[in-house]
């Protein structure tokens, strides 16, 4: 990556999580805290207006505004490729999102910009039915909405089952997708894999318990993967 990119990648990340130490910079670029200071010379020489907060970190001016976006060969691939993944392989929501992304990338581009389109690097197969982007859709608002679903569930060795759960995140595994929730008949987190959902419906008047969450649920996996060995 050339120096010039880094700089702008170094101002991106300061204003986004300003204020931010030299440390967590170092970590992020994958650089040492030695040329993260250099780079904050530099940056201060170009007359960017950053600026260290002891035993804070370092911040932006609030009146600062970067230049117009530009995108390398490899990061317009890059876009590409996720918004055509993204289309591909989720709900109606997301795929209209990501499409809708592209275009307002595109707006900002400066003249005489890579075309985003003429990438040679595509995502085109489909990645779900018809019956599994229905559930994605319902289950995406559910997370949303923070409410709970009815199911009925055929595992892998067909045994139906129905529960009341309040889906929590939705995980792409390469070609399925689960969804982590919160299962009312076992009191505890469980996962689901979306495409074995036979059916759904919205579940209003049931009220969610105030400790469960996506970081508990997390947390809840991270053990089970360590109690596994797996790490």
């Avoid at 880094?6 to 670029?29: C, D, G, K, M």
């Avoid at 650089?31 to 970190?57: A, E, K, M």
């Avoid at 591909?88 to 075309?115: F, M, Q, W, Y």
């Avoid at 209003?204 to 360590?226: A, G, M, V």
Wanted: some cysteine; proline content about 5%; overall charge negative.
């Amino acid at each position: 990556m050339r120096k010039a990119d880094r700089l702008f990648q170094l101002v991106n990340l300061i204003r986004s999580h300003q204020p931010i130490t030299a440390e967590q910079l170092a970590e992020r670029l994958g650089v040492s805290v030695r040329t993260i200071y250099r780079y904050i010379d530099d940056l201060s020489v170009s007359s960017i207006p950053v600026y260290g907060q002891p035993g804070l970190g370092y911040a932006l001016d609030e009146d600062f505004e970067l230049p117009p976006l530009t995108l390398t060969h490899h990061e317009i691939a890059a876009l590409m490729l996720g918004v055509e993944m993204l289309s591909r392989s989720t709900g109606d929501d997301l795929a209209a999102a990501a499409k809708t992304l592209l275009s307002k990338i595109e707006a900002v581009l400066p003249p005489r910009s890579i075309n985003p389109t003429c990438t040679p690097v595509r995502a085109l197969g489909e990645t779900l039915n018809e019956q599994s982007s229905r559930h994605w859709n319902d289950l995406y608002r559910a997370i949303q909405q923070q409410q709970a679903v009815k199911i009925v569930y055929l595992s892998l060795n067909e045994q139906r089952s129905e529960r009341i759960v309040f889906p929590l995140g939705l995980f792409y595994w390469g070609e399925k997708w689960t969804v982590g929730t919160w299962c009312i008949l076992r009191n505890a987190y469980r996962d689901f894999r979306v495409d074995r959902i036979q059916t759904l419906d919205f579940a209003p008047d049931i009220e969610s318990p105030q400790e469960i969450s996506l970081d508990t649920y997390t947390k809840f996996q991270l053990e089970r993967i360590k109690l596994s060995g797996f790490c």
